[in-house]
């Protein structure tokens, strides 16, 4: 006789007393006791991987480095006396820097108090950070925080406008392991442009947050910029939120960083116990491995039914995404995995797209985010015994029940409130899981050769450009597309060249068009003027 519900769901529940979090799988009908005794072996060898990965093996073979963002949160775990008093003294260091700005003892280069932190990163180093500022930052906060994660002209700009003087008061905090990074060294010129013309000193309120050596952290101290904080070459940027590149924004927002890093330690302490039932990182790991078949066969759904939590799903695509989607496996099979994760907040987004998680193709599984307390300072009832609160519970228990009778599976978390506790142990439960299931599927999760790839065919484009423009100088009378394609050496490449100069030409970059653009067989191209 099969369980009813309420003892499946007793069966599978897991409660962590301290940090007050539920862990419930039960709605994933594809986790059965018998996958769960099947997959016995390969947990046994994800949790000696994960051992071996805390004690300090190399665990990405293309860079050669140890992944040590679990000894970030506790240090005696680190290999060597060197790496424990390094992250002691970054945490200590961020602190101290961050009281002193908000004591005034730190100000901006026009002598006044600093006002916000304008946050220039990319993937990692800006996710995390929206994040957490999301979900704790106070109502008030000491300094408000805005951020440059992208290489947008048109965002750059409006954020200078929106922030107006402000900027004059700003902390400029510049992520970047290398300091090469594009993105992160584009929002940093383009902040360097706009102090330079309106005659303000850059350096005086600028902070970097780098490689000790790298070319960010020679050109802070050549400079003299107002702070530099380490990043650590062991910490990978989809780990690094609790690393100098959170805690750094997340301290002068005036947010607890060690109580972030105590829940934090909390959860790891959790997720090393070698029982699957007992650590809610394995079972977690189960229940993706069920609901997918090992393949990643199922989209993951984020649905946090809380406003505090609603960047959680674009944190979890780089972490989960960036670490599982793999073209091969340990073995150098092809198997391409990975699980493709998407969502926003309950109940708004429920409108947008719960009609066909219910109705249409069941290619996923959903992750419910539960808060219980709704709110503080007490309630009030907008109806007899009903409170806006138990609406939003009542939803997300609708819209769970409403699935699973339809055959769609889910899994849910609960909290018992959004603490930087609570949130800091949800980041740790997140990146274990990953290591584990990882470890379940035969991949390393802890390197990424397709962000490389991209990276390096994006340099390549923009060489191409720099060969178009002195071929075009050079035939001032004008080309086809076809002749520039000969000229540069790149007959194959006649549509991304077109897509360049099309570029070039919108924003009267030296490119002009004779004739039609839609009428690409006739078209010709000359140097503007």
Partial sequence: MAPTLWQRYQDWLYYHSGLELYLDVSRVDSLTQELYQELQPQFIRAFQDMAALESGSIANPDEQRMVGHYWLRDPDLAPTPEIQRDIRESIDRVEQFAQQVHRGEIRAGNGEPFTDVVSVGIGGSALGPQFVAQALAPVQPPLGIHFIDNTDPAGIDRLVATLGNRLRTSVILVTSKSGGTPEPRNGMWELQRVFRQREWLFAPQAVAVTMPGSDLDQTAQQERWLARFPMFDWVGGRTSELATVGLVPAALQGIPIREMLRGAREMDQATRIAEVRQNPAALLALAWYAAGQGQGRKDMVILPYKDSLSLLSRYLQQLVMESLGKEKDLDGKVVNQGIAVYGNKGSTDQHAYVQQLREGLNNFFATFIEVLKDRDGGDWEIEPGITTGDYLSGFLQGTRQALYENGRESITITLREVTPKTVAALIALYERAVGLYASLININAYHQPGVEAGKK????????????????????????????????????????????????????????????KHKLAGLMVRPQG
């Fill in 457 to 516: 065919a994006a340099s390549a484009i923009l060489q191409l450009q720099r060969q178009l423009l002195k071929t075009l100088r050079e035939h001032p009378h004008g080309l086809t597309l076809e002749e520039i394609a000969q000229q540069v050496q790149a007959p194959a490449e006649v549509e991304t060249i077109y897509k360049i100069l099309r570029h070039l030409e919108a924003n009267q970059r030296g490119v002009e068009f004779i004739g039609e």
